[in-house]
């Protein structure tokens, strides 16, 4: 069974900095693709950024720059680091895993930027 834990978010002033982390367990295959999505209150889930087993890296557009993403073989970890943070960054991380379309989802970590 995989199992997909974050952790790592929390409370943040805007312009500040926050690293999230998502441990896979379980029946992990190589030629994965892991990544972070959000979920901001009131809107879609949406990509922030995804990896493949290569190191092949993906943002969206608005969030390259700031947000970069990066994985531990050894740990079965990815990693968010998010910086210079905005209030609109104020969502629920989720981390993903894709195994030739077997989809495995977190159960989500929340960012929130406010001062």
């Known amino acids: 069974q995989v199992q997909l834990v974050e952790s790592g978010g929390g409370l943040v002033q805007p312009g500040g900095s926050l690293r999230v982390s998502c441990v896979a367990s379980g029946s992990i295959f190589r030629n994965n693709v892991m990544g972070w999505y959000r979920q901001a209150p009131g809107k879609e889930r949406e990509l922030v950024a995804s990896?493949?087993?290569?190191?092949?890296?993906k943002y969206t557009d608005p969030l390259k720059g700031r947000f970069t993403i990066s994985r531990d073989y050894g740990k079965n970890t990815i990693y968010l680091q998010m910086n210079s943070l905005k209030p609109e960054d104020t969502a629920v991380y989720y981390c993903?895993?894709?195994?030739?379309?077997?989809?495995?989802w977190g159960q989500g970590t929340r960012v929130t930027v406010s001062s």
């Open positions: 990896i493949t087993w290569t190191g092949i890296t």
């Open positions: 993903k895993l894709d195994v030739g379309g077997q989809i495995y």
